[in-house]
C-alpha cells in the first residue's frame, strides 16, 4: 500500500474515496431510515441518460456549431461534459420521481421503474447517436476511481459542502419528515418540498458515487455503511458519522485489495462493505446479548 | 385568550357542520356534523372501516372535504391545526429508527420553529414539562424503539402537549397496551383535561371509559348528541346491526330495548 501511494493516481482515488464516504455516510442514513433505497436506485439509473446527453453534446453538437479554432479553445477535459449531464439530469429525474411519488399515491413505484429504465435507455440511444468517438461505456456503469482527475477532487469536495451544508440548516425537517410525515405535516413543516431537497442530494451523492463504484453499485455503497452503523449507535447524528467512517474504510481496504491482487476497484469495494454488512449482522445478536448483561 | 370569549359561555374548539369526505369520488364520511366544546372530554367509537381515518385526516387537514365546513377554535383548518396536539397510532412504527424520547418530544416544537430556526432554551424547557407531565422526562435518553407501548404513548402524548395545544386529538390511543397501562393513561388525560380539549378516536368501545365525558358513534354517519350515554340505537344504528359483543365483551342487553325511531331528533 505504501509504495501504491507513489503514484498520483492512488492518491487521487483515495481522497476520491474518502470525500465521496463522506456524503455517502450522511445521505445514506436517510436512505436507510426513510426505507427511499428504490428511489434512488432509480435516480441513480436514470443519471446515465444525463451522461449520454453529455457526450452527444460534447462530440457532436459542439463541433457542428463551433468553428475548429472555437472548439479548441473551449475543448475542456473530456469528462467534464458527462458529468454535468449527469447531475442535470439526476437532479431533473429526482424531482420528476418526488412528483409523481407525492401525486400519484398509487402504483408509483411502477411509475419511478418506468423512469429508471427510460432514463438509461436515453443515455444508451444517445452515445450510438454520438459522432465518431465512443466511449467506455463500462466506466460509468462500474466505476474508475483510479481515473480521478485532482480537478474532480475539488468538485467532489464541493458537492460534500453542499450535502453537509443542507442537512445541517434542514436538520429537523429532514428528521421529522423521515420519523412521522404525518405529524410533520400538521406541524405546517413544507414535507414536499423538504422531500424533493432530500432527494435532490441523493442525486448529487448518486453522481459522485459513480466515479467510485459505477451506477449499478451505487445504491449498495449508500447502504450498506448507513445499515451497519444503525445496528450499532442510537441517534442519527452518530449513525452519520459512523457510517461515513466505515465508508472511508471499505473504500480505502477495497483499494488496497484491488490494487494489490490487480481486480476491479468498484466491484472490490463493494465486495469488502458487503462481507462487513454480513458479518455485522452475525455479529449483532452477540452485542445485544452483551448489553443486555 | 382576549379574543372575545363571553365568560360562562362554553366556546367551540371544533365545528364540522355537514361534512362529506372520502377518496376518489366515493364519500366515507356522509353529512357529519359534530360541536365539541373546549374543555370537553369527546370519545367516538366506530367499526373499522367507518371512517375514523377519514374523520382524523379532515379535522388535520390533510384531506380536504367534499362538502361541508370545518373549523378548528374558529379558524379554517390549516391555520387551526396548530392549535391541536395529534396522537398518532404507534402499531405501525419503525423499532430501529435512530431518535430518543427526547428527540420524539422535540418534534412538537416543529410548528413553532420555522425552517432554519434552531430549537431554542424556551423550546427545550417546553419539551422538558411535557415530558414531566406524562412522568417520561427520566428516559429521555432512551431509543423509542427500546420502550414498551404504553411509554411509547406517553412520549407521543408528551409531543403533543409540546406543541402548546388547545385540543388533543388521539388515534386509537389503547391499540397495544394492556389493560392496566390503559387505565394510567386514561388517568394522564383526564388530568390533561383540566386544561386541554380532548377527542379520542376508537373502534374498542372499551377504549371509552368513565374519563370520558361524552360519547359518539361514527359509521360514515355520526351518532352523537354530546351526552355521555350510548343508546342502543346509537350503536345500532352505527354497526348497523343488534350487537352481541363488541370487542371486549359488552353485551348489547345492557342496554334497554329502544327503536330506532328514537335517534331520530
Known amino acids: 500500500m505504501i509504495e501504491a501511494l507513489q503514484f498520483d493516481f492512488m492518491r487521487n482515488a483515495l481522497l476520491a474515496g474518502v470525500f ?66 449527469a447531475i442535470l439530469f439526476s437532479l431533473i429525474s429526482a424531482v420528476a420521481m418526488g412528483l409523481v411519488q407525492r401525486r400519484t399515491r398509487q402504483r408509483a413505484d411502477t411509475v ?147 490494487y494489490a491482487w490487480n481486480l476491479t476497484s468498484g466491484a472490490t469495494i463493494i465486495l469488502v462493505s458487503g462481507v462487513a454488512f454480513l458479518l455485522s449482522l452475525a455479529v449483532k445478536p452477540l452485542v445485544g446479548r452483551w448489553r443486555a448483561r | 385568550m382576549g379574543d372575545g370569549q363571553i365568560s360562562g359561555m362554553p366556546r367551540e374548539a371544533i365545528s364540522m357542520q355537514h361534512v362529506w369526505a372520502g377518496y376518489s369520488g366515493e364519500p366515507v364520511l356522509e353529512d357529519v356534523n359534530l360541536s365539541v366544546d373546549e ?24 384531506l380536504p372535504p367534499t362538502r361541508g365546513t370545518v373549523r378548528i377554535v374558529g379558524k379554517d383548518v390549516t391555520e387551526g391545526r396548530r392549535y391541536i396536539g395529534y396522537v398518532p397510532q404507534t402499531v405501525a412504527f419503525d423499532q430501529d429508527f435512530p431518535i430518543s424520547v427526547w428527540g420524539v418530544a422535540q418534534m412538537g416544537r416543529l410548528g413553532t420553529r420555522r425552517l432554519l430556526q434552531r430549537y431554542t432554551a424556551e423550546d427545550n ?74 377527542l379520542l378516536i376508537s373502534h374498542d368501545m372499551s377504549a371509552i371509559s368513565a374519563h370520558v365525558k361524552t360519547v359518539g358513534c361514527l359509521n360514515r354517519r355520526l351518532f352523537y348528541h354530546g351526552q355521555k350515554r350510548i343508546t342502543p340505537d346509537m350503536m345500532q344504528a352505527a354497526y348497523g346491526c343488534p350487537i352481541d359483543l363488541i370487542a371486549h365483551g359488552i353485551p348489547h342487553r345492557v342496554f334497554g330495548h329502544h327503536g330506532l325511531e328514537e335517534v331520530q331528533e
Open chain 1, 20 to 85: 465521496v464516504s463522506i456524503a455517502c455516510g450522511v445521505i445514506g442514513t436517510f436512505v436507510v431510515i426513510k426505507r427511499i433505497v428504490f428511489i434512488s436506485g432509480g435516480i441513480a439509473h436514470a443519471a446515465y441518460g444525463g451522461i449520454g446527453l453529455g457526450y452527444y453534446f460534447r462530440y457532436s453538437v459542439l463541433p457542428a456549431l463551433l468553428t475548429e479554432a472555437a472548439w479548441t479553445r473551449l475543448d475542456p477535459r473530456p469528462g467534464a461534459y458527462p458529468m454535468i449531464g
Open chain 1, 112 to 258: 419511478i421503474g418506468v423512469m429508471w429504465a427510460i432514463g438509461m435507455a436515453i443515455g444508451i440511444i444517445f452515445v450510438d447517436l454520438t459522432a465518431g468517438y465512443k466511449v467506455d461505456l463500462m466506466s460509468y456503469l462500474f466505476g474508475s476511481i483510479l481515473a480521478v482527475q485532482p480537478s474532480e477532487l475539488f468538485f467532489i469536495l464541493g458537492l460534500d459542502v453542499v450535502i453537509i451544508l443542507l442537512v445541517v440548516l434542514f436538520y429537523k425537517e429532514l428528521l421529522a419528515i423521515s420519523f412521522d410525515e404525518t405529524f410533520a405535516t400538521v406541524e405546517n413543516v413544507p414535507v414536499d418540498v423538504i422531500y424533493i431537497v432530500l432527494l435532490c442530494m441523493i442525486a448529487l451523492t448518486v453522481v459522485m458515487m459513480m466515479r467510485v463504484v459505477g451506477l449499478i453499485m451505487v445504491i449498495a455503497l449508500l447502504t450498506m455503511p448507513a445499515a451497519i452503523s444503525g445496528q450499532f449507535v442510537r441517534g442519527m447524528r452518530r449513525m452519520m458519522i459512523l457510517a461515513s467512517i466505515l465508508g472511508i474504510l471499505f473504500t480505502t481496504v477495497g483499494l488496497w485489495l484491488s
Open chain 2, 39 to 62: 374543555l370537553d372530554f369527546v370519545g367516538l367509537i366506530g367499526p373499522n372501516g367507518g371512517g375514523k381515518t377519514t374523520l382524523l385526516k379532515v379535522l388535520l387537514g390533510l
Open chain 2, 125 to 198: 424547557e417546553i419539551v422538558a414539562q411535557a415530558l414531566r407531565d406524562v412522568d417520561m422526562l427520566h428516559l429521555r435518553d432512551r431509543p423509542i424503539g427500546a420502550l414498551s407501548g404504553g411509554q411509547r404513548q406517553r412520549v407521543y402524548i408528551a409531543r403533543a402537549l409540546a406543541t402548546e395545544p388547545r385540543i388533543l386529538l388521539l388515534d386509537e390511543p389503547l391499540s397495544g397496551v394492556d389493560s392496566e397501562v390503559s387505565s394510567s393513561v386514561y388517568e394522564l388525560l383526564s388530568r390533561l383535561n383540566e386544561r386541554i380539549t380532548i
